[in-house]
């Protein structure tokens, strides 16, 4: 059975290095289905929208987008001090980056798009964090 096992790993691997190519295309596409897993897990635990980059619960924000926002995922709102918005222009889109100053000294970034979807969603996080008396502050646009 093990031996089964080894053969066709052995036969796997030489092929790979035969073609390079259909290496990095498997790769990509392993990347890309445990990146969907993730988020889709996250989703699942937290509510919400799969396309959506954060969802608020209760007295709790939950990031759903980005690689970038390592650790735990939900920030209450009284561990939070300050929230930076900042408009950021690239090359081929414009986006808001939210960054959380939380009571630790942690911080906690995600981006929201800016479109008109994005812009929403921006305004409805402002009345919240208005509402939970945060200090929101506003740089680039």
């Known amino acids: 059975m093990l031996g089964d096992w080894l053969y066709y790993l052995r036969d796997i691997l030489q092929t790979m290095a035969r073609r390079p190519f ?3 295309i498997y790769g990509v596409l392993l990347f890309l289905i445990l990146l969907w897993y993730y988020r889709k897990l996250s989703i699942l635990k ?3 929208h799969f396309w959506d980059p954060y969802h608020i619960t209760g007295d709790t924000l939950y990031i759903h987008s980005g690689l970038f926002c390592i650790g735990r995922r939900d920030i209450p709102f009284s561990e939070m001090r300050i929230v930076h918005i ?3 222009r690239e090359k081929w889109e414009d986006r808001f980056t ?4 939380r009571e630790k000294g942690l911080y906690k ?4 798009p800016c479109n008109e979807k ?6 409805e996080l402002e009345r919240v964090l208005f509402q ?4 929101v502050k506003k740089w680039g646009y």
Do not use: A, M, S
Request: proline share 0%.
């Open 22 to 24: 259909l290496f990095l």
């Open 46 to 48: 937290t509510g919400g």
């Open 86 to 88: 900042f408009y950021t």
């Open 98 to 101: 939210v960054q959380i100053h």
């Open 109 to 112: 970034f995600f981006f929201l």
């Open 118 to 123: 994005g812009k929403k969603q921006l305004k």
């Open 132 to 135: 939970h008396r945060i200090t």
